[in-house]
């Protein structure tokens, strides 16, 4: 069973860094594009960050967390992280990594899920 497992997250004070890795397990995901999404308490999934499978893909970021976050890759490992740094309470959610074949970060884009990481930032 496919499965994409994230790790790293925490409580943190507001301004602080945390970074999240996602390992996926039963299949390498060398093809695949991967994303970084989140969850706010009653707020809708949305995209924070993505990342193209090739060697130097470019990198995609919500407005909201621009100049903050940081996505990249690892083949050789098959990981993906999300360093974020200048943590915000607003960035309280649980973090998502996934991964999709297709282009674009849609949520029903996305082929696979993870179960989720908490980020809480106090302020």
């Known amino acids: 069973q496919v499965q994409l497992v994230e790790s790293g997250g925490g409580l943190v004070q507001a301004g602080g860094s945390l970074r999240l890795s996602c390992v996926p397990s039963?299949?390498?995901?060398?093809?695949?594009?991967m994303g970084w999404f989140r969850q706010a308490p009653s707020k809708e999934r949305e995209f924070v960050a993505g990342?193209?499978?090739?060697?130097?893909?470019?990198?995609y970021y919500a407005d909201s967390v621009k100049g903050r976050f940081t996505i990249s890759r690892d083949n050789a490992k098959n990981t993906v992280y999300l360093e974020m740094n200048g943590l915000k309470p607003e960035d309280t959610a649980v973090y998502y990594c996934?991964?999709?074949?297709?282009?674009?970060?849609?949520?029903?884009?996305?082929?696979?899920w993870g179960k989720g990481t908490l980020v809480t930032v106090s302020s």
């Open positions: 039963g299949r390498t995901f060398t093809m695949y594009n």
């Open positions: 990342i193209g499978w090739w060697s130097g893909s470019s990198r």
């Open positions: 996934a991964a999709a074949r297709g282009s674009g970060w849609s949520i029903p884009g996305m082929d696979y």
